[in-house]
């Protein structure tokens, strides 16, 4: 499975972006998909997934009501639309496939395929 993570870039804070995460998997409906970050000199940290048909959504306290994921299978892309940005927010956002659902609390290691990362950067 290749993802491909993108729609990252600098945004004042109170704005919004929305990354996408383009997977090539012929099977990408069995798998739960999910976001993390990880900021300068921080451990990389979960931040939002969703179950494989999209019926569940899962965020982290720091996000919840700004951040809203979805996923749209027939295209193999997942979203994260991210509202009234802050500074905080600031980070490499990673998107991450799991064979075994989206599992909130498992540790990256424990995730199967990952992409390469986009860079969101909030401005005070």
């Known amino acids: 499975v290749q993802l491909q993570a993108s729609g990252g870039g600098l945004v004042q804070a109170g704005g919004s972006l929305r990354l996408t995460c383009a997977a090539s998997?012929?099977?990408?409906?069995?798998?739960?998909m999910v976001w993390f970050r990880q900021a300068p000199g921080k451990e990389r940290e979960f931040v939002a997934g969703?179950?494989?048909?999209?019926?569940?959504?899962y965020y982290a306290d720091s996000v919840k009501g700004r951040f809203t994921i979805s996923r749209d299978n027939a295209k193999n892309t997942v979203y994260l639309q991210m509202n009234s940005l802050k500074p905080e927010d600031t980070a490499v956002y990673y998107c991450?496939?799991?064979?075994?659902?989206?599992?909130?609390?498992?540790?990256?290691?424990?995730?199967?395929?990952w992409g390469q990362g986009t860079q969101v950067t909030v401005s005070s």
């Open positions: 991450a496939a799991d064979r075994r659902g989206v599992r909130p609390t498992a540790q990256p290691y424990e995730r199967d395929y």
């Open positions: 998997a012929k099977y990408f409906s069995e798998y739960g």
């Open positions: 969703v179950s494989w048909i999209g019926d569940s959504t």
